[in-house]
T-cell receptor
Framework: KQEVTQIPAALSVPEGENLVLNCSFTDSAIYNLQWFRQDPGKGLTSLLLIQSSQREQTSGRLNASLDKSSGRSTLYIAASQPGDSATYLCAVPPLNQAGTALIFGKGTTLSVSS | DAGVTQSPTHLIKTRGQQVTLRCSPKSGHDTVSWYQQALGQGPQFIFQYYEEEERQRGNFPDRFSGHQFPNYSSELNVNALLLGDSALYLC???????????FGPGTRLLVL
């Protein structure tokens, strides 16, 4: 059974700092991995989707990497801003199935102070 | 183009009651998935509907049921509500065969 873990559970940084969020999964037979952002009490916004054949994806100040063999993904945020404050969730489809249910980690809650 | 919409935004019920939540998918999408997110947890998959049929189901009891209409909108019904059903219920839509799911803002359910 696939399990997704995110460390740390919470992170506080000053504005301008570069930071890394971690995501690990127990079964490396994944089809893809997604990173989402969730503002308090709101829905999820997809940030990046990495296919299993890819090593990384970039969007603006965000860079996500994927290492299937070690069961890990990282989300790198450059030059953090107060507007980046949110909960970041990673998710994978179960056992190499695409377009179906997603298994989520509990998320990392990021707070960026000005 | 409207994204995924959900109604109501908030709901308060008492134990034992029944509730119906509604979701309209993003234009052009034919697949709807429902997730339950308890406070401080990640979303948990409830079920997915495609072509008006339940295609996949997570580890939720039969008290949780759903429906998809010909226009692809969907309902989530929960019977015999328990205190533990209090959560944010998220709907996500996608186009069958594509990987990206688009999430709605959620319905916050409180069971007293």
């Amino acid at each position: 059974k696939q399990e997704v873990t995110q460390i740390p559970a919470a992170l506080s940084v000053p504005e301008g700092e570069n930071l890394v969020l971690n995501c690990s999964f127990t079964d490396s037979a994944i089809y893809n991995l997604q990173w989402f952002r969730q503002d308090p009490g709101k829905g999820l916004t997809s940030l990046l989707l990495i296919q299993s054949s890819q090593r990384e994806q970039t969007s603006g100040r965000l860079n996500a990497s994927l290492d299937k063999s070690s069961g890990r993904s990282t989300l790198y945020i450059a030059a953090s801003q107060p507007g980046d404050s949110a909960t970041y969730l990673c998710a994978v489809p179960p056992l190499n199935q695409a377009g179906t249910a997603l298994i989520f980690g509990k998320g990392t809650t990021l707070s960026v102070s000005s | 183009d409207a994204g995924v919409t959900q109604s109501p935004t908030h709901l308060i019920k008492t134990r034992g009651q029944q509730v119906t939540l509604r979701c309209s998918p993003k234009s052009g999408h034919d697949t709807v998935s429902w997730y339950q997110q308890a406070l401080g947890q990640g979303p948990q998959f409830i079920f997915q509907y495609y072509e008006e049929e339940e295609r996949q189901r997570g580890n939720f009891p039969d008290r949780f049921s759903g429906h998809q209409f010909p226009n692809y909108s969907s309902e989530l019904n929960v019977n015999a509500l328990l205190l533990g059903d209090s959560a944010l219920y998220l709907c996500a839509s996608s186009l069958s065969g594509e990987e990206t799911q688009y999430f709605g803002p959620g319905t916050r359910l409180l069971v007293l």
